[in-house]
């Protein structure tokens, strides 16, 4: 059963699946890459687009907040030292697996298998961490470490939510310009209308005009439904998959399945889930109309990396809880305190495990062929 409010919610979440997937594959859009490419050379290129992608998406839904037409799935998470351990953790699983939660969902579109066993390896991480979850990461982990309730200052700030963005984008204008790093005219003149071309359509498009479009479809999408994420639907698509291979009474059974994942026993296919799917065939048509589309095999020598990453990236997850979407993505957006724990544990990862990645891992690189 697919639960939704209306059919204009159904059709929203398509449309804003599918640009997603467009967005994110055009400019080879992945949290890995911006983290890991700084960190290695001081390239700047995709994390530039991330940051304007977060401060689009804090501008648009605080403003959406005040005007009182966000979803109610205005979720943040508790926060406390669970939150480092589970980013830090999910930061190495990004290095090794070659690509974060919405980075390893374009490239599967694109048709490289060596994502689609890195998804296959978090879903197995979800289903092992759901197993342990009420006799070892309840009791032992959660319980001392995640000892202080969700926090947003969008939230708390309510009518004043909108200077939140406004002052820091002004902040951030102010330095550039001291900086003499912005020249807002000059960059006005490089976007030239006229001359957009099937060509260029088709070619791989700037980070920072994808980040910008990433935060205005994550505006939409919490009017349609509430904060983004990935790993959250996954895990519920993972447990209806194991529903049907166990039986559903398994799901009611777990605390983690039934209390966490799939809020008190709704055991329904949710708008975020259908997102999802449609992200994934959202790159797959953008890959396809580029010439990027291609079945591209596993060399075998990936295949621990693979596997490795995509289960610590899955079991991260479920620790932080949430992935680069909902917590560096969305987290920093809502200004949220988990938001930015969870990120600094996974910036940290990313950068402990960058050296290995450049010496012992070998990874796909993202035109190859």
Known sequence: ???????????????????????????RFCFTSAFRDFIA?????????VIIGIITMMAGTSLAYVLGVSSSNFWVSNY??????????????????GGCASGTLYRAGEGYLHYWLVLISACVGYVIFAILFSGLFLPYFFVPLQIFEGYSIIRSLEVLAPLAPISIILGLVIYLRKKNQLNLSQEISKVQFSSITVKKIKSEWDAKIVGLGMGIL??????????????????RWVGLAYSNIAGIEVLEQNMYWNNVVF????????????????????????????????IRTIKSKRIPNAV???LVMGFGSRMAPGCNISNTFSGLAFLSVAGFITSLGLILGVYIATPVSYTHLTLPTNREV
């Open 263 to 294: 809020n008190e026993g709704n055991f329904a296919i949710s708008l975020d889930m259908i997102m999802l799917v449609c992200l994934i065939f959202g790159a797959f048509i953008s890959a396809y109309m580029s010439g990027d589309f291609k």
């Open 41 to 49: 050379f001081k390239d700047t290129r995709v994390l530039n687009g």
């Open 218 to 235: 994550a505006t939409f999408w919490f009017v349609v439904w509430g904060t983004l994420s990935v790993t959250g639907p996954q895990a």
């Open 1 to 27: 059963m697919i639960e939704y409010n209306n059919i204009f919610s159904l059709i929203g979440t398509v449309l804003i699946g599918l640009g997603f997937g467009i967005l994110l594959q055009k400019g």
């Open 308 to 310: 490795l990453g995509g």
């Open 80 to 97: 406390g030292l669970s939150n480092i351990i589970g980013g830090f953790i999910f930061g190495i699983g990004m290095v090794y697996g």
